[in-house]
């Protein structure tokens, strides 16, 4: 059990149910410290996973928007206090047909042909596009559509084919 030299009165966790014992000045000084970071320019922040040797991109459609629009889309995660302790995330557009992937000084940029981007948004039953890179990573990008919307799209698809 974690108590804080504050306080050590339990907070609940709203989101599981459960509570720490951690108390609340320390929860409010975390809070404050900490605070959720978007990258200037960007309207909504993707969600990434990485599993493996698999980069995974979904995007809301005002996210495919501004990506058309603007040729970006990032976001960043602050891993401590510092302008250091942070890593953060993009999907560009690149002008040419070829796909390329760079991790420098804490951002990871893929860059998408922007022909491919283009017809994958406009196709209204393209849920994802994929590309593996010449060393075997796996680059997704997926729109992230309401619950259901999906797999209706997935049916229509599979039928007309």
Not at 51 to 65: C, D, H, K, N, Q
Request: hydrophobic share 40%; proline share 7%.
């Amino acid at each position: 059990m974690i108590a804080s030299c504050a306080r050590s009165d339990p907070v609940p966790l709203r989101r599981h149910g459960w509570q720490s014992g951690i108390g609340s000045r320390t929860v409010e000084r975390l809070r404050a410290g900490f605070p959720s970071v978007r990258v200037p320019g960007s309207v909504n922040a993707m969600k990434l996973r990485i599993s493996g040797s698999t980069v995974r991109f979904r995007m809301l459609p005002p996210e495919v928007a501004s990506l058309r629009a603007t040729g970006c889309c990032a976001d960043e995660v602050r891993l401590g206090p510092g302008p250091e302790d942070r890593w953060s995330y993009r999907l560009a557009l690149a002008t040419g047909t070829e796909w390329a992937v760079a991790l420098v000084e804490g951002t990871l940029t893929v860059s998408a042909p922007q022909a491919e981007i283009q017809a994958w948004a406009n196709a209204e039953t393209a849920i994802a596009l994929k590309h593996v890179t010449p060393w075997g990573t796996r680059i997704v990008v997926e729109k992230d559509l309401p619950r259901g919307a999906e797999r209706r799209l997935r049916a229509a698809s599979a039928v007309g084919a």
